[in-house]
Structure formats: structure tokens, C-alpha cells
């Protein structure tokens, strides 16, 4: 039986191939170009974008994109010495590059006439790179790529509502953007100190492009700045460039190891302030806590709307024991026992939450997670000697929680390390870098083990886990016991960092995470059941709402339009695993691999058939 074709590759515009690919190099070379001119008059605009001469703000973003376009344009056209970019052939990377540097630079030109109330703002630089950039993406699109069929694409689709809607669907059916399949290349055979320097090299260009990201001092620029990231990701998978990498990592385990430690030990010492290093430091307790519900949600499938209330127990725990002036107790315990403290305190509250209602399945477990949360919110606010004993000084929060001090090493301090000046949050960024490498060791073994394979099959079907003989409310519990004292780990750190614990940081939804609902976020988003997709969930998730405070009410607006249109594209996550890939991209064929998944993706077969 012969399967139908859903994608072929052909040109968007129907133009000569030679005349397409001479549209696009010189749209990429004039959009190149157009950095160079002055965009605007005034310097109200952030940047400074009226020097002729000097691209500077978001116009370095625009160069940048036309450079990667131009370069991915050449190599796809096999231009010796840079064959290498493309290993997958084709012009789907160049495409997308077009599109990342057309809307960076558009985004850029409408922000300039919306702040400074008019098109009339602009110069003559900034038509010319509207001009440039537009020319490059149609270039781009006149040449073969990657389409679904007309035959298979949908008549109407969930945009098709509103004018807006439809001109929208009109111009995503026009393109039709599709998935083949592209074998890579043979690679040219390395010596291994090049392919090591290759992955040294990679770990170098993410450690710059991440730093440059965090510290971009203003929103606009951000916001330009993850619109060409976001493109530019796209097109390096598209390119094969992703699958070349991984295929060397793979090989080379241990370096990839040893150069992601270093290239993360290094960020404090690229920054020369503390004001980005402490964004770092959020965002690793973050994502060490979504790796803890990773295991809770993503191994075990158990949906806990609550889990942020085990990271408040461990930095309540950590404050109470860590000799601050405002704990009812007189005690200074030394950090390690400080964190086996939290982490204990968190691992006995998961097991006396778990133990009466993991019976519970689906959304009873989720509402009654919910209520333990919004209990442990509460209940410390009410400990304050008035309404309760007097423990956790109720609304007031504890205060004045120390700074760590292990073996002398005082973490409130400045310390000279190689010349290089190490702030108080450095410490504390490199402190809890050892405690996410801990966490995803520990996340790493257990759901490589029986244990894990367990948690899969319940999370799978329960029912059917239970008939093979698992006991499946016993290692329901050792997983929220796990997720929990991961949590609690977390917080004990969480509360030396902010150096006061409150009720209000634990809560199930609100504008700045970690809570609950920003959590679950990550993990879903990121990909569940990975090591990488929570991580980056996490980073992301932290990272935005932190950067778009410039849109001050409409925050979480854009924020939330993000989350709809991440899941509508990607529900799988955006690093998903293999199963969950093939359930979100399924064909309704038995036992015949779906052609539109990425190269490297296997087939499955139906569960019933």
C-alpha cells in the first residue's frame, strides 16, 4: 500500500531559481547595509539609532540576522566552506532566518513610531531596512522549501475568526509551512580534538548569546532579541545543524558534560554587577524546583497544583534554623545541616499530604493539591502568635536571614577570584549551580531505573500498571516524596538569597514566579518527562515576565498570548521525548511512522490495534 505524500518542496512565489537566489543574497546584503544608516532622529528611543555609520541597539540584531541569512542563503546554494551550515540541504533555514531578521527589524520600526508618535520619526535608514528585509524574505520564499500539500491543508482553521483572523489563516495557507524528512549529509571525518573543539565552541556561542540576552538593559531590545532567537533555533534545526551537534555530543559524553559545567560556572564571571547575576540565581532555583515536579507530573503523571508549597517549607525550615533574629527559635544550624533540615521538613510533608490522597486520581488529586497549597499559605500567615503559636511571625514573614558562611567562605562578600571580582550573588549563583547538577543526577538515575520505568507505566495507564503487579500507591509516594524534598532542597537556599520568607511568595498563580501555576508551566512547556525541557521552561518562564515590565498592565497579556500560541504549535513541549512527539503528531495510520515528524523520530504502533 502506498502511503500518500502530505509536504512537498516548492517555491511560495514561482520565480526562476537564479533570480530568487539573487533577490535573496542581495536583500541580506542591503539589509546588512541598512545597519549602517541612522533609523531614527532623536535619542529618545533607547539604543541611539541615529548614528550613521555605527549600528547600535536593535540594529545589531538586524545585523546580525542578515549576516545568518546571507551565510545560511550561500551554503544552501553550496558554496565552498560553508556547505557545513546546511547538512540537511534544502532553503527551509534560510527561509526562516528571513522571516527572524523581517520581523526583528519591523518590530524595531513600528516600536520607534509607536513611542515617538509617528512614522514621521523614522529616517530614511529605517525604509531602507523595511525595504531590504521584506526583499530578502520574498527572495527566500520564491525558492523551494518544505510545504504541506493544498490537498492537506485544512480549509479553515482555529484563526479563521475575524478579519484578522482570516488574513492571518489566508497567509499561513498560502505558505503552508511543512516537515520532510532530510538525511544529513555524510559528515567529513575529524580528528576528535576537532570535534571537541567544535563542542567547546557551541557551549561558547550559547554562554554569550544566554549573557547577552540577560543583560540586555531595556525591553524593546529583549524582546527583538527572542523574536530573532526563536527564528534563528528554528532554522539551525532545519539546517541539520541541531542533529550534527547532538550526533558529536552523543559521542562525546563526558566533554559535553565538563564544557556545559563550565560554560554555566562562567556566566558570574562575564557580569560586572549583581543585578543580572541575581535574575541567574531565580532562574536556577526555578528550574531545580520544576525539575522536582518534573518527577511528580512528568514521570509519575500526578497533576499537583500545590508544589510550591513544599519549596516554602524548606525556606520556612532554612529561615527558622539558620540563626535569623526573628525566628522563634534559638538555633544557628551550619548550612548543610540548614539544608538537610528543609529538605527533611519538605519530605515529611509530602509523605503526610500523600499518603491520604494519592488514592485520589486525575482532577480530585489535582483540587486537593491545590487545597494543601492554599492550607500552607494560610496556615503561616496565621502562625504569629494571635491567631496561632507564635513561629513564622505570620503576615511579617521572618527577616534578617543570614548570609551563608561555609568552611569561612562568607557568601554575603565580595571575593577576588583570578583577578575577576565575585559578588555576593556569584557565590550564591555557583552554590546553586552544584545543587541543580545534584538534582538532575538524582532526576537522571531515577528515571533511567525500575523505579522510573514504573512511574512511566503508571503515568501511562494506572490500570494497567497495577494489573502487571506494580504497587502503583507506593511509588506514587516515594514520587512526591522525591519531588518534594527536591523542592524543600531549593528553598532552603531560595531563603538565603532573598534573605526574607514571607507568605506571599508561595501562592498558586500570580505575576512573578515561582508559583505554582508558573511551575507547572515550565514543565509542561519545556517538554515533560525530559531533563532539558523543564531547565529551559524554567529559564524562559523566569526570564520573560522579568524582562517585559516595559509593558507594565499588558504583562501578562503578552505574556499569556505567548503560552496559547506555544501550546497551539507545539503542545508537545518545546524539547519533548520521543513518546510524547509521536502523540501530538499522530497520522491515524497502524503501524506507519508519521511522515511529518522530524528525521530521527521512530514509529509506533497504536495502542488496540
Known amino acids: 500500500m502506498t502511503t500518500p505524500t502530505h509536504t512537498e518542496t516548492t517555491p511560495v512565489i514561482p520565480l526562476p531559481l537564479s533570480t530568487a537566489r539573487i533577490i535573496t543574497a542581495a536583500g541580506a546584503a542591503l539589509t546588512v547595509l541598512s545597519t549602517f544608516l541612522a533609523w531614527t ?6 539604543g541611539d539609532l541615529t548614528v550613521t555609520g555605527y549600528p547600535g541597539g536593535l540594529q545589531i540584531l538586524t545585523l546580525v540576522g542578515g549576516i545568518l541569512t546571507l551565510a545560511f542563503a550561500l551554503s544552501a546554494w553550496n558554496t565552498p566552506g560553508l556547505t557545513w551550515l546546511t547538512p540537511a540541504g534544502g532553503n527551509n533555514a534560510t527561509a526562516y532566518l528571513a522571516a527572524g531578521t523581517l520581523a526583528t527589524t519591523w518590530y524595531t520600526l513600528i516600536a520607534i513610531a ?7 520619526n523614522l529616517e530614511p535608514g529605517g ?8 526583499t530578502a524574505l520574498l527572495g527566500a520564499l520564491a525558492q523551494p522549501i518544505d510545504r504541506r500539500t493544498a490537498a492537506s491543508f485544512p480549509q479553515h482553521g482555529r484563526l479563521h475568526t475575524g478579519a484578522l483572523g482570516t488574513a492571518l489563516h489566508g ?7 511543512g516537515r520532510t524528512p532530510r538525511p544529513l549529509r555524510p559528515a567529513r571525518p575529524l580528528p576528535t580534538w576537532a570535534e571537541i573543539l567544535i563542542i567547546a565552541a557551541s557551549f561558547g556561542i550559547a554562554l554569550y548569546t544566554t549573557t547577552y540576552g540577560i543583560d540586555t538593559e531595556y525591553g524593546e531590545l529583549f524582546t527583538g532579541f527572542l523574536i530573532l532567537v526563536v527564528f534563528a533555533a528554528a532554522a539551525l534545526f532545519k539546517a541539520g545543524l541541531v542533529a550534527r551537534l547532538t550526533a558529536l555530543t552523543n559521542k562525546h559524553r563526558n566533554i559535553t558534560i565538563t564544557a556545559a559545567f563550565i560554560a554555566a560556572a562562567a556566566f558570574p564571571f562575564t557580569q560586572k554587577t549583581d543585578q543580572y547575576t ?15 515536579l518534573n518527577v511528580v507530573v512528568g514521570l509519575a503523571g500526578l497533576l499537583d497544583l500545590g508544589y510550591v508549597a513544599f519549596l516554602g517549607v524548606g525556606a ?23 539544608a538537610l533540615t528543609g529538605a527533611a521538613a519538605s519530605l515529611v510533608f509530602g509523605v503526610i499530604i500523600g499518603a491520604p490522597t494519592l488514592r485520589l486520581r486525575g482532577d480530585y488529586l489535582a483540587i486537593v493539591t491545590l487545597g494543601f497549597g492554599e492550607i500552607f499559605r494560610i496556615t503561616v500567615g496565621n502562625l504569629d502568635g494571635e491567631s496561632g503559636p507564635s513561629v513564622t511571625n505570620g503576615p511579617n514573614g521572618i527577616p534578617n536571614i543570614p548570609d551563608l558562611e561555609i568552611f569561612g567562605y562568607s557568601f554575603g562578600k565580595s571575593h577576588d577570584v583570578a583577578g575577576i571580582t565575585l559578588a555576593p550573588f556569584a557565590n550564591y549563583y555557583l552554590l546553586m549551580l552544584l545543587i541543580t547538577i545534584v538534582v538532575v543526577l538524582v532526576f537522571n538515575r531515577a528515571g533511567n531505573s525500575r523505579i522510573g520505568r514504573a512511574w512511566i507505566a503508571i503515568r501511562e495507564d494506572e490500570t494497567a500498571a497495577t494489573a502487571s503487579g506494580i ?19 531549593a528553598g532552603t537556599v531560595q531563603a538565603h538569597v532573598t534573605s526574607t520568607v514571607v507568605p506571599e511568595q508561595y501562592v498558586f498563580a500570580g505575576p512573578v514566579p515561582p508559583n505554582s501555576a508558573f511551575l507547572l508551566a515550565a514543565v509542561i512547556l519545556g517538554g515533560m518527562g525530559t531533563i532539558t525541557g523543564p531547565l529551559l521552561g524554567a529559564a524562559l518562564l523566569y526570564l520573560i515576565p522579568a524582562k517585559l515590565q516595559f509593558l507594565q498592565d499588558y504583562q501578562l497579556l503578552a505574556f499569556g498570548i505567548a503560552l496559547i500560541l506555544l501550546m497551539r504549535l507545539r503542545p508537545e513541549g518545546i524539547i519533548p521525548n520521543r513518546r510524547q512527539q509521536l502523540e501530538y503528531h499522530d497520522t491515524g495510520q497502524l503501524d506507519v511512522p508519521d511522515r511529518d515528524l522530524p528525521p530521527g523520530t521512530v514509529g509506533v504502533t497504536k495502542a488496540g490495534a
Open 316 to 338: 520556612y525550615t532554612a529561615a527558622l534554623v539558620s540563626g535569623s533574629t526573628a525566628s522563634t527559635f534559638d538555633i544557628h544550624f551550619p548550612f548543610w545541616a540548614a
Open 114 to 120: 509607536d513611542q515617538l508618535g509617528g512614522l514621521a
Open 41 to 46: 532622529w532623536t535619542t529618545d528611543f533607547p
Open 278 to 292: 541575581l535574575i541567574a540565581v531565580n532562574i536556577l532555583i526555578f528550574a531545580t524546583v520544576a525539575l522536582g
Open 471 to 489: 504497587n502503583s500507591f507506593r511509588l506514587k509516594l516515594l514520587a512526591f516524596a522525591l519531588g518534594a524534598t527536591l523542592a524543600g532542597l
Open 171 to 177: 497567509i499561513y495557507r498560502t505558505v503552508r509551512p
Open 127 to 134: 525604509y531602507i531596512a523595511a525595504v531590504t528585509t521584506l
